[in-house]
C-alpha cells in the first residue's frame, strides 16, 4: 500500500509540474492541421456510431484532459463536453488554452479511476495517452464502463509508450527512433522531458510490461462491450514528426461499445 501510494504521490507530482510544457505542446497542436486531423477522426468515429443525431445532444466525457486537447476540439464541433485531470494546474492549462470555448466545457478535477459521475451520463468517452500511466487501469475501465449509458462508445487511443523498459526487442527500436531523429533533424518530442523521472514512474506503471491493445480487449470483454481495436490508427492521427518520434510504438485505438441491456 505504502508503494503504491508513493507511485500515486510522485506521478502526480510529475504530471503537474509537466502542465506547462504540456500546454505549449497541445497549444502547438490546436494552430496546426492536427486540429482538423483529430477533429475529423473524432466526429467520424463518433457519427458513425451515432448517425443522424445533433452534436448537441451528444454527452461527451474526455477523461485524462490534460491541456485540454480533445475537449476544445469537441466543444468546436458542437458536442456537449465535460473534461476531467487529476490535476488542477492542467485544467487551468485546458481553461486558458479553450478560449471563448471554455464556457462550453465542463471542468472537473478528478481521479480516472474514481469518477464522481453517475452511471449511463455518457454517450461517448475519449482519451488519448492516459490509461498506460493509470496504477488501476483495470479498475478505470470498469468506472468508464459505469459512466457510459447503455449503447455508449469508448474510444480510447493510447500506445506501448514504455514497454522499452521491458522488453528488449523495444528497446532496440526505441534506440532506432532516437537514431532517427537525429539523422532527420525533425525536433525530438521528449526535449524539455524528465526523462529519468518519467522512466522511473513508467517502469511502476502495470501496463508497462504488457503488450496492448491485447490487454484492453480482455478486460473489456470481461466487463461485457462489444470491442474492436486498429493498430493502425497512428497512419490517420500522426504527423510525419510524430512518425519518426515513435516509429516503435504506434499509437493503437480500442473502440468499446456497452451493451444495450
Avoid: C
Avoid at 492541421?33 to 463518433?46: A, D, P
Avoid at 445532444?57 to 476531467?84: K, S
Amino acid at each position: 500500500m505504502q508503494l503504491q501510494q508513493q507511485y500515486e504521490t510522485e506521478n502526480r507530482a510529475y504530471w503537474s509540474n509537466r502542465a506547462p510544457g504540456y500546454s505549449e505542446v497541445n497549444r502547438s497542436e490546436l494552430r496546426s492541421g492536427q486540429r482538423q486531423v483529430w477533429g475529423g477522426t473524432l466526429s467520424e468515429l463518433i457519427e458513425n456510431h451515432y448517425p443522424g443525431r445533433e452534436r448537441e445532444t451528444i454527452a461527451v466525457l474526455d477523461i485524462g484532459t490534460g491541456p485540454g486537447f480533445f475537449a476544445i476540439i469537441l466543444a468546436e464541433m458542437g458536442y456537449q463536453v465535460t473534461a476531467v485531470d487529476y490535476t488542477e494546474s492542467m485544467l487551468e492549462k485546458a481553461r486558458l488554452n479553450a478560449g471563448i470555448w471554455g464556457e462550453k466545457i465542463r471542468f472537473l478535477q478528478m481521479n480516472a479511476e474514481e469518477l464522481k459521475l453517475g452511471s449511463g451520463s455518457f454517450d461517448v468517452i475519449v482519451t488519448r495517452n492516459l490509461t498506460w500511466n493509470l496504477p488501476h487501469p483495470e479498475k478505470a475501465y470498469g468506472e468508464w464502463e459505469r459512466v457510459l449509458k447503455p449503447g455508449g462508445i469508448l474510444l480510447n487511443f493510447d500506445a506501448n509508450w514504455y514497454n522499452y523498459l521491458f522488453d528488449e526487442a523495444a528497446r532496440e527500436g526505441y534506440l532506432q527512433d532516437r537514431e532517427n531523429i537525429r539523422e532527420s533533424g525533425v525536433p525530438n518530442e521528449t526535449d524539455g522531458t524528465d526523462i529519468p523521472a518519467m522512466e522511473a514512474i513508467a517502469f511502476q506503471a502495470p501496463l508497462s510490461a504488457l503488450r496492448r491493445p491485447e490487454w484492453d480487449r480482455k478486460v473489456l470483454e470481461r466487463l461485457g462491450m462489444a470491442v474492436e481495436t486498429d493498430p493502425e490508427i497512428w497512419r490517420t492521427v500522426w504527423t510525419r514528426e510524430e512518425r519518426i518520434n515513435n516509429s516503435s510504438t504506434p499509437m493503437f485505438l480500442v473502440r468499446a461499445v456497452k451493451r444495450k441491456w
